[in-house]
């Protein structure tokens, strides 16, 4: 396939493989100048893209945050009954699920 060049208008350049070409084009291209491999296309890019770039990057924090405290506060609830000295689960207790601590990062 043709190997295409694709400027941004924030000054970034990506290059881009052709492999499959269908008679459909999609609503981002706006114009295709040249012929043959050096093809130049033009493609506008909805207005509010770069605010999703900030949403996807809060979303994709936030998550991070939400899973790995829903991991600390299982297993400090966990670590709690084990200084108790109450059977494990791996060994058949069940004991955990009478730990808030546990149920807290279960939730969370």
């Keep these: 396939g043709a190997v295409l060049s694709l400027s941004c208008r924030d000054s970034c350049q990506a ?3 052709i492999i499959n070409v269908s008679e459909s ?8 100048e040249g012929t043959g491999n050096e ?3 033009s493609i506008s890019m909805p207005s509010g893209s770069k ?3 900030y949403i ?8 991070s945050i939400f899973i790995g405290s829903s991991f600390i506060l299982k297993k400090k609830g966990l670590l709690k009954l084990a200084d ?12 955990y699920l009478k730990e808030w601590l ?3 990062g279960l939730l969370s």
Excluded: D, E, K, N
């Excluded at 084009?25 to 295709?32: A, K």
């Excluded at 996807?56 to 998550?63: N, Q």
């Excluded at 108790?84 to 004991?95: E, H, K, M, P």
């Design 15 to 17: 290059w881009c493989q």
């Design 25 to 32: 084009r999609s609503p981002l291209l706006t114009s295709m």
């Design 39 to 41: 093809t130049t296309w």
């Design 51 to 53: 605010y999703h770039l």
């Design 56 to 63: 996807g990057l809060a979303l994709a924090i936030a998550s």
């Design 84 to 95: 108790r000295g109450v059977t494990r689960a791996g060994q058949g207790g069940y004991s």
């Design 102 to 104: 546990w149920w807290a």
